[in-house]
């Protein structure tokens, strides 16, 4: 059974940074994926950030490509998402997920793909 627990999350103002960990039981980092997405109050579930294979490539939408930071520790099996200038719009609920099996890029943002979530960290930008 895989397990992932999410870590990291609260309050911060805007313009703040914040780095979520995501912890990851009975599943390597280094064959399959790992997803970063969040889901705010009355909107649908979107993808974030991806890593995936055994090179690690990394993905992002185009809204955060250029303030936030997926990473990974294999040793650890902790995978990381480094957030930077952040914003009232990125208040949500974010999640950790994993794909039991090959994840084509085109399938990181699809949340349908992935086997495995965790509970969630809550993320609040407010002044």
């Known amino acids: 059974q895989v397990q992932l627990v999410e870590s990291g999350g609260g309050l911060v103002q805007p313009g703040d940074s914040l780095t979520l960990s995501c912890t990851v039981y009975?599943?390597?980092?280094?064959?399959?994926?790992i997803g970063w997405f969040r889901q705010a109050p009355g909107k649908e579930r979107e993808g974030v950030s991806c890593i995936r294979g055994s090179g690690g490539n990394t993905h992002y939408s185009d809204s955060m490509k250029s303030r936030f930071t997926i990473s990974r520790d294999n040793a650890r099996n902790i995978v990381y998402l480094q957030m930077n200038s952040l914003t009232p719009e990125d208040t949500a609920t974010y999640y950790c997920?994993?794909?039991?099996?090959?994840?084509?890029?085109?399938?990181?943002?699809?949340?349908?793909?992935?086997?495995?979530w965790g509970q969630g960290t809550q993320v609040t930008v407010s002044s």
């Open positions: 997920a994993h794909r039991r099996g090959r994840l084509a890029l085109s399938g990181c943002w699809n949340p349908s793909f992935f086997t495995s």
């Open positions: 009975g599943a390597s980092l280094d064959v399959y994926a």
